[in-house]
């Protein structure tokens, strides 16, 4: 039987594949490293349950993940595998599929992640039966191509449908009860703040920050130095100085932001927030009576349903409604707020201000389509679609916005 010592200097000692101009052996040669990586990540995994199994660390008076992070292991890495060594054992369609190399540790993580959140939604505890089931679910997403990401989204809609079973039961991220804001002056006299919340209330702070903190120029003209986390926390300042003007200025209090929850029509997914994800439906109808909050009804294309307006200018309600369906600048990807509407038939022309004629682009990409020769036509999937020129594609080939890249123009014609 080979030792680990004896892979691990055949590892060491690898030599190139000869390589034919393709690139083809090296990237076969990536694929076997890949399952192989995999399975020594899934090893690594069962010996973590062996160890704590053993009860060693408790005994020294320590834990399995300060051993683990002890050893050299990266922080995240001793977490993620020692939730992985204690969620397996329930897991074994998910446990053999890892033994064999086919995923990899972050998607089992996802998997073993999403069946304890289906669990914590369930009114009484998941059967048998149903925690097979939906270990099979998560497991088809996972082949089907999915990141662990999106394997995270899967199990909250799962988590939604568990919940909305039981109309007396009260989701985790819904309940009010469990909401905390903690706040401690540190030694060098800041404050240090941590909260949990209610997805809601998470969704307008959220939604609140991220309109405050983008970046700006610097006074010199170069790129803003801030990191996120800097920018956020004078978004933070901003929103806290114009709540105090609000509550000056007006008897109702401070402004209350406006919170945008879409509605699938066909019933089947839940409806999302665009910041915190699936929400329950009892969220969802909970918000739709809120006059703070604006809700859109999604076709099965993921299109808003069809709103409009005779005015040049696009409202604040049908730029939300662009806002789902495109994300962010279909050119580039920037986020949504740092966006304008930009008609796909100019005004000029005739273009109705309208859902179909709007899209979302950055003020960088604007003006590119408005000057350098880039253009914009509304595909027959009410998806925008961009052509660029002649100088950077001869053949002028149709390009899906940058929310949905992974899309052929032939996918839409089907």
């Not at 509550?247 to 665009?274: C, E, H, K, N, S």
């Not at 993921?302 to 662009?322: D, E, S, W, Y």
Request: proline residues 6%; glycine residues 8%; negative net charge.
């Amino acid at each position: 039987m080979t030792s680990i010592t004896e892979l691990r200097d055949t590892l060491i000692s690898l030599s190139s594949p000869p390589d034919d101009g393709s690139g083809r052996a090296v990237l076969n040669r990536l694929d076997e490293l890949r399952v192989v990586r995999n399975v020594l990540d899934h090893q690594i995994a069962v010996h973590i349950a062996l160890l704590d199994a053993s009860g060693a660390a408790s005994r020294a008076g320590s834990t399995t993940r300060s051993w683990l992070i002890g050893m050299g292991m990266p922080p995240a890495a001793a977490h993620r595998g020692a939730r992985i060594a204690g969620g397996l054992g329930a897991l074994p369609k998910v446990a053999d599929c890892a033994a064999e190399g086919y995923l990899s540790a972050e998607c089992v993580d996802a998997v073993v992640r999403g069946i304890t959140f289906i669990d914590k939604q369930a009114a009484a505890a998941l059967s048998d039966d149903d925690r097979k089931g939906y270990e099979s679910e998560l497991l088809a997403h996972a082949f089907s191509g999915a990141t662990p990401a999106e394997i995270d989204t899967h199990a909250r809609y799962i988590a939604m449908r568990v919940a909305d079973a039981d109309p007396d039961a009260v989701a985790a991220a819904d309940d009010a009860s469990l909401n905390t804001v903690h706040t401690r002056v540190t030694d060098e006299g800041r404050v240090a703040i941590s909260a949990d919340v209610t997805a809601v209330i998470g969704e307008k702070f959220l939604s609140m920050i991220d309109e405050r903190s983008g970046p700006r120029p610097e006074p010199d003209g170069a790129e803003d130095r801030r990191d996120v986390a800097q920018r956020r926390a004078d978004g933070l300042e901003l929103l806290l100085d114009q709540a105090v003007i609000g509550a000056a200025m007006t008897t109702a209090g401070a402004p209350r932001t406006q919170v945008l929850v879409t509605i699938p029509a066909d019933g089947v997914d839940p409806a999302r927030l665009p910041w915190v994800g699936a929400v329950s439906a009892s969220t969802a109808q909970r918000l739709s009576c809120d006059g703070g909050v604006a809700e859109i009804v999604l076709d099965d294309e993921g299109v808003p349903l069809r709103m409009g307006t005779t005015k040049r200018l696009f409202p604040h309600h049908l730029r939300q409604a662009i806002i789902v369906r495109d994300v962010c600048c279909v050119k580039c990807g920037a986020p949504a707020a740092h966006t304008q509407v930009h008609h796909v038939v100019h005004w000029a022309d005739g273009g109705p201000t309208d859902l179909d004629n709007g899209c979302l682009l950055c003020q960088r990409c604007h003006t590119q389509v408005h000057h350098h020769g880039w253009e914009v036509v509304m595909g027959p999937d009410r998806h925008p679609w961009l052509i660029p020129p002649v100088d950077v594609d001869a053949r002028c080939l149709p390009r899906p916005a940058y929310n949905r890249r992974t899309m052929r123009l032939d996918d839409a014609l089907v």
